[in-house]
């Protein structure tokens, strides 16, 4: 990690001079203080998955959890995570490591001046959070068992895509524009460019506030509510004692909900939570249509589903402004 950081990361800073705000934007995406919480995010799940990774190769007999006891062991040790050529903690090591220099890479300018490390960053935050979910909701479905550790990390993983997401789209908004002024889109992304224009609009006054490494995120009451609705569809089988189809329906739409809920905790990404409205449905439909439900568990999905629909409609409060991209916002 050093070596790569003095010998690469830093070198390749390419600063440029000119403003840091992206142009039609209240505040700047790629601060040091925005990218902080994104820093620590990657660094604990690294040790995270280094820890996993040390029981999958054999370097530590035993893997302790708090909450599941040997379930992490089963899970670990499952067909499902045989079923990769090489240790999937270890992979997961990897690409939290690498999360984690290229956050580091660049200065505050760096949606423009970096486009190609804002845009490897994107791919790495987002496949890799989707990966995590779709493990954690297989996880259930096919080991019957849970993984303190995995949730963590698959929780630390959707909380740094909400982050990250408003850099990628000042990086997207950026080269858009300079396509629109004729400039060369490729050399823009992969040399940086000027800004393409005065900043007119309000910006939000920078101070070393810890409030500030959250700018493009708010918490809705109604969006908050709905992750925690996801959270306990995902332990209401064990509950209800729901068999079959309908259990897993609900362990995966369960994780889905929270997926999306806090996807849409981003402003730039708030329209995410209407997909919570068609998996509501799903939560309402589905375990009746499998079969394995109970009463007590069919009625428990109905309000369930009803309540999210319910609060997924409002928007919440959008405190910032993103050009363009404030008409997406709905």
């Known amino acids: 990690m050093v070596v790569i950081a003095f010998a690469v990361l830093i070198p390749m800073m390419m600063q440029m001079p000119g403003p840091e705000v992206p142009l039609g934007w209240s505040y700047n995406p790629s601060t040091w203080l925005q990218r902080a919480p994104i820093l620590a995010l990657a660094l604990l799940s690294f040790f995270l998955a280094r820890y996993m990774a040390a029981f999958q ?30 240790s999937d903690a270890g992979l997961g090591a990897f690409t939290y490591l690498i999360e984690l220099l290229s956050d580091f890479m660049g200065d505050p300018r760096r949606w423009r001046t970096m486009p190609w490390m804002v845009a490897l960053f994107g791919f790495m935050v987002v496949p890799l959070g989707i990966v995590s979910v779709v493990l954690i909701m297989l996880q259930p479905v096919i080991v019957g068992a849970w993984c303190t550790a995995c949730l963590l990390s698959a929780l630390f993983m959707l909380i740094m895509i909400a982050l990250s997401l408003d850099e990628v789209i000042a990086m997207l908004q950026f080269l858009m524009q300079t396509h629109r002024v004729g400039k060369s889109v490729w050399r823009a992304f992969w040399l940086g460019g000027d800004a393409l224009g005065d900043n007119r609009t309000p910006q939000r006054s920078e101070t070393d506030h810890p409030r500030q490494m959250f700018w493009g995120v708010t918490v809705p009451w109604n969006l ?107």
């Open 224 to 330: 908050l509510v709905t992750a925690v609705l996801g959270a306990w569809l995902m332990v209401a089988p064990s509950v209800f004692e729901t068999q079959g189809l309908a259990a897993d329906s609900d362990h995966i739409l369960g994780a889905l909900v929270v997926t999306f809920a806090i996807i849409a905790f981003a402003e730039v990404t708030r329209a995410a939570r209407f997909i919570n409205i068609a998996l509501a449905l799903g939560i309402i439909v589905l375990p009746w249509l499998f079969g394995g439900a109970t009463l007590p568990s069919g009625i428990n999905d109905l309000i369930i589903g009803v309540l999210i629909i319910a609060l997924s409609i409002p928007p919440g409060k959008i405190k910032n402004t993103y050009s363009g991209w404030n008409a997406l916002i709905v």
């Open 57 to 86: 190769l054999g370097h530590i007999s035993r893997v302790w959890d708090p909450i599941f006891g040997n379930d992490t062991v089963l899970v670990l040790g499952s067909d499902l995570s045989k079923s990769f050529p090489i």
